[in-house]
Each structure stands twice: as structure tokens, then as C-alpha cells.
């Protein structure tokens, strides 16, 4: 690569046992070689544009939530959308210091590629200290 540099924007809302947010990020990449065309480039360079929008709401208050995302990603050589629906729960040990989580994700144009469909589930330990 020769140059990559990105900016991002992103606010987030809690409260009442709700949480939202929402995020757009856009990457632009140069390559040292200005002809190279394949996966996200066209002619040595992509922009990436991404907007996400999170929501989660506490069905058992500090312990069980759920929650769900949306996702577009756009790429200078992508000749679709790249759509991407998420839904979870995580649950909560110590005051939030560890969580677990489940989730489906279901993508609509996986990769950019025109037609192509993914399901992908998670189980995730995280832990804060």
C-alpha cells in the first residue's frame, strides 16, 4: 500500500435499559501499483464507505440484553451493497465485567458479490478488567 487514511464519526444514546448507536466510517487506500483492478480496488485505489446502527434494550435488567445491528458497506469496486443484520443476546457477570454473547448474522451481497448469501453465529466471552 501506498497511502491509507480514514475518518469516523459515531454517537452513542443510553438509558432506561435502552442503548443505540450510530456510526459511519470512510477509508480511502492508494496502492504503489495504479493499475492493480481485483477485490475492493479499481485501478489502484477503493474508498470504503460503512454506516451502522446498533440497539440494544435490557429484557432482565444488568444481566440480559438484546440486541440487534445493521450494517452497510460500500467499496469502489463492489458491484452491490454489502448488507449486514445482526440479533443477540449478551449476558452480563459482575457488574458488567464479563460477558457472554450469542448472534446470528445474516449478510445480503456478502463481500460485494451480487447474490451471495452468509449466516454466520457467534458465541463470544469477553472479559474487562
Known sequence: MNQVYGVEASSGLRGYGFSGDIEYQRIHSDLR??????????????DLN????????????DKVELAGSYALMTASNFPRNWDSYRVGLNYFVH????RFSTD???????YGTDGATETVGRLQAQFAW
Open 33 to 46: 501499483n495504479a493499475t492493480f483492478t481485483g477485490g475492493r480496488y479499481s485501478n489502484g485505489n477503493t
Open 104 to 110: 446470528v448474522t445474516f449478510n445480503v451481497n456478502a
Open 50 to 61: 460503512k454506516f451502522t446502527i446498533n440497539g440494544g434494550y435490557m429484557i432482565i435488567r
Open 95 to 98: 457488574e458488567y465485567a464479563i
